[in-house]
């Protein structure tokens, strides 16, 4: 095998030339400033309650601010021209109010926010303050309305750059991506997730607790250099800062949730906390392998905050998660093939697995406002992490042929055997993990500018056991064994039994990383349009392999004075992804000294588009996308495991086009349909086949591109509300995937598996609520709204394929036997908010 050749090695000219553009940026003369005005004001509910951390924007711009736990804001504003004013806080209608100042004026301005009427989800088309940006900002009230047997990541999986082939994991690629690539933050501190898992039945809970959230953004590329060193997306998601008590219990067949939150009687400590319990029991019993299937998620989140004084304030985010799955396979039976070769294998089994994943997670964190315009946060967190792996399962299959002769009274019954053989897995393994991270954030307005920074020192250490082992034998050999000769596998010279495949190791491993930021968006306003630009640069290096990264990073948006009210931005930049535990790991077992970071150049189009159509609000949101990626780490997926090869012997490519248009398709209510084309290619060093020609001679054929293991070329989503008119408490919502297959393997003519196709529907019922005056009897007087839904999972009853078990016959033919999700199943779930 000779090396292929390598691309981009002269790499620092290249940086050199984005670290030229980021810092000119900073110079630019300072006369294109405009002259402004101010405006300061307060937000109050009705009852003359502050609102705080209330959206004070103008309208079509990024120019913006929140209010402060007294409700008081402060904004400059454009001098001369007529602007919007627009205030808005989740739960409340928002309020527009049109107003021209003279330069130098200064203003005050009090709204009041009416609260909204909650039994209809709510339509949030227009956020001003984020279309300059590749973000999208969601509605979290969606994430508990929507039906499906996930978690609060479903949200995530119609938008036209996400794609997910497993409903029973919260996992999610973006534009190529795996889930290692995505960056996840709650309150800006960084989620790390279990990392043995290997199947979506182990995982369980997600970190997020949808009842506690207050605020979703979603960024799938492009983003700024504040959001860390990943290379697909960033989920940003702020937990609620409670302003009054209220709680919420959900129950359902898949589990039982409880929320609560509150303040105390001088406004100064809140708290918000959540226990979840889910077990997928109920589901895992519609898959083909039939057998006692004991799965127990359990965990508990609080979010409790103290204001000190006006300036500082302290709070806590905390984490105890516990995740078990317990499994005694009994048997199996699956038909699958085609017409003319109709096949049924039928297994059963031995033995039991026994998983748990325990993680725990807090965070202290100081905000110090030293004034208006400048905002200090020091967090402290840590993340622990304990997983074990055990199981002994022997596995036996009979493969027969089936009659398919049309007419036959036996069509589809077995008619002869073809394959008889067992598999024997093994596994003992055990992981220890823990992170520890300080990390600075600072926050600096003036002017139309907004610029942030930030310092972050992580201590990283992990100790991994593995002992895991598997044979299959078919009548009577070993197969596919590694590292023995012909005269061992062939009785009865043999003197061992040999292993298909054996992972047997140690390992433990600790540093440090060091990160760091600075960016600036700035906001220019003229006659004839508004131009964003923003620019930002991002530091790392991390102690194992001496490796020193900068990530320059910027955005630019343009918005027309036209009568169409459109947006057009461009983001670009560098973007490393330092390695975690599992990419240093070789296929060997051994550790990878001199691994380095995956980067992607990245560039990111886009419009913005908000229109009226049948007198209702409308957004049309179009993205294409170029990344180029080099020192790719290569990996396999086997449902939701990955195994790295440990070695930056790729690159690729990731290119796509996708559009989702969203707004009130029905009146008052939020629907989108989204579509996505793309395609992830790869080439890895030294990848070949070798093909015997009919001479007898061989030739060894390197395969050169190929896909890459998350190439879903065409992803279409549909999230839809709706309800009976004049009978509005009765709603219905309908949630629907397709994604065509994913690559099997690695090879030039890739075989995939069958297209992901799901619909999921969820019909609610209102039966109490406080606002829309329905009464009920005195003993639900404390309950605002209790909803009672029922849910059809996988209403198709489709076949969705995760992953193929080999099989082998008596002519030596190998078989993939598809593994399927789960069926056709009905869910009754009960919500009350108290």
């Known amino acids: 095998m000779t090396k292929r050749k390598r691309f981009f090695k002269n790499r620092s000219i290249k940086t050199t030339i984005f670290s030229v553009l980021f810092f000119v940026y900073f110079f630019l003369p300072l006369s294109v400033f405009s002259q402004q005005a101010k405006i300061t004001g307060k937000v109050t509910d009705v009852f003359q309650r502050p609102i705080e951390f209330a959206n004070v924007v103008i309208k079509g711009t990024v120019i913006g601010t929140v209010t402060d736990k007294t409700g008081s804001f402060e904004i400059f504003v454009p001098a001369g021209k007529e602007i919007v004013i627009e205030v808005s806080y989740i739960g409340y209608e928002s309020f527009q109010k049109n107003i021209l100042l003279n330069s130098n004026e200064n203003i005050i301005i009090n709204f009041i926010l009416k609260e909204r009427v909650n039994f209809l989800p709510e339509a ?3 956020v001003t303050a984020d279309r300059h940006f590749n973000a999208v900002r969601l509605n979290p009230e969606i994430s508990l309305r929507i039906p499906t047997p996930g978690g609060f990541e479903d949200i995530l999986k119609s938008l036209p750059s996400v794609s997910s082939n497993n409903e029973l994991s919260s996992q999610y690629n973006v534009r190529g991506g795996n889930f290692d690539e995505n960056l996840i933050f709650v309150n800006d501190v960084e989620i790390y997730r279990s990392i043995l898992l290997r199947s979506g039945q182990q995982e369980g809970l997600s970190f997020i607790n949808s009842d506690m959230v207050a605020g979703i953004v979603f960024s799938a590329g492009g983003f700024e250099a504040k959001y860390g060193d990943k290379m697909s997306s960033v989920l940003d998601i702020k937990y609620r800062k409670p302003r009054e008590f209220r709680g919420s219990f959900t129950g359902s067949l898949l589990g039982t949730y409880a929320q609560v939150e509150g303040v105390s009687k001088n406004h100064l400590f809140r708290y918000n906390m959540g226990l979840r319990y889910k077990t997928t029991k109920y589901l895992l019993s519609s898959m083909d392998t039939r057998g006692q299937y004991d799965p127990s998620f359990l965990d508990f989140q609080t979010y409790l905050t103290y204001d000190i004084s006006d300036k500082f304030e302290i709070n806590f985010l905390s984490n105890i998660s516990n995740n078990v799955y317990r499994f005694i396979p009994k048997d199996r039976e699956t038909k699958f093939g085609t017409l003319n070769e109709a096949l049924k294998i039928m297994m059963y089994f031995e033995g039991q697995e026994i998983d748990k994943f ?5 965070a202290f964190t100081g905000n110090y406002k030293l004034n208006k315009n400048i905002n200090l946060k020091f967090i402290a967190s840590s993340y622990y992490t304990n997983e074990n792996e055990s199981f002994d399962i022997l596995s036996q299959y009979f493969l027969n042929e089936l009659d398919k002769q049309l007419g036959s009274d036996n069509l589809g019954d077995s008619v002869a055997n073809i394959g008889i053989g067992s598999f024997l897995d093994h596994a003992r393994n055990s992981l220890n993990g823990m992170v520890f991270s300080f990390k600075h954030i600072g926050e600096s307005k003036f002017d139309n ?23 299959i034998d078919s009548a009577g050999y070993s197969l596919g064994s590694y590292g023995y000769s012909t005269e061992q596998l062939i009785p009865p010279s043999r003197s061992i039994v040999p292993l298909y495949f054996t992972d047997i190791s140690r390992t433990d491993i600790s540093s440090y ?3 760091s930021f600075v960016q600036d968006n700035y906001m220019l306003d003229f006659k004839n349009f508004d131009f964003s630009i923003g620019g930002g640069i991002r530091l790392n290096y991390w102690t194992y392999n001496n490796e020193f990264l900068i ?26 992804q330092p390695p975690f535990f599992k990419e240093i790991r070789r296929l060997d077992g051994t550790l990878n000294d001199n691994i380095k970071s995956q980067s992607s150049y990245q560039i990111v189009g886009g419009t913005d588009y908000l229109f009226r159509m049948w007198d209702r609000p409308f957004k049309l949101v179009g993205e294409v996308y170029y990344k180029y990626m080099y020192n790719l780490i290569p990996y396999s997926i086997d449902n939701v495991r990955l195994r790295y090869y440990g070695e930056n012997i790729s690159h690729g490519y990731s290119v796509g086009i996708e559009a989702k248009v969203n707004g009130e398709f029905v009146p008052g209510t939020e629907s989108w349909f989204s579509i996505a084309v793309m395609q992830t290619m790869e080439d890895i060093e030294g990848d070949f086949y070798r093909q ?5 001679t061989i030739d060894t054929i390197y395969l050169g591109m190929i896909p890459r293991p998350t190439d879903q070329r065409v992803n279409f989503g549909i999230f839809f509300q709706d309800y009976i008119p004049k009978h509005e408490t009765w709603q219905g919502f309908i949630n629907i995937l397709f994604g ?15 297209p992901y196709r799901r619909v999921d529907i969820g019909i609610s019922k209102l039966l109490i609520s406080e606002n829309a005056g329905i009464k009920s009897m005195k003993i639900f007087n404390n309950f605002k709204d209790i909803w009672i839904s029922l849910e059809v999972f996988n209403l198709l009853d489709i076949n969705n394929e995760i992953s193929y078990t080999f099989v082998t016959d008596i002519r030596g033919w190998q078989y993939g036997v598809p593994n399927y999700l789960t069926s056709r199943r009905v869910n009754l779930k009960l919500l009350a908010k108290f």
Request: aromatic share 18%; net charge positive.
């Open 551 to 576: 990530s320059p990073r910027v955005n630019l948006g343009f918005k027309p004075n036209w009568r169409k009210d459109i947006v057009f931005r461009l983001s670009t930049g560098l973007y490393h």
């Open 358 to 362: 325990r993680n725990y997670t807090a």
């Open 124 to 126: 949030n088309i227009e």
């Open 449 to 471: 500018h907004k610029i942030e920074w930030g310092f972050q020192a992580n201590y990283e250490s992990f100790g991994y056991s593995v002992h895991e082992w598997n044979m």
């Open 692 to 696: 015997r020609n009919p001479d007898g």
């Open 740 to 754: 065509t297959g994913l690559p099997v393997e690695k090879s030039y003519i890739t075989p995939r598996y069958a």
């Open 513 to 515: 990383r060091f990160s």
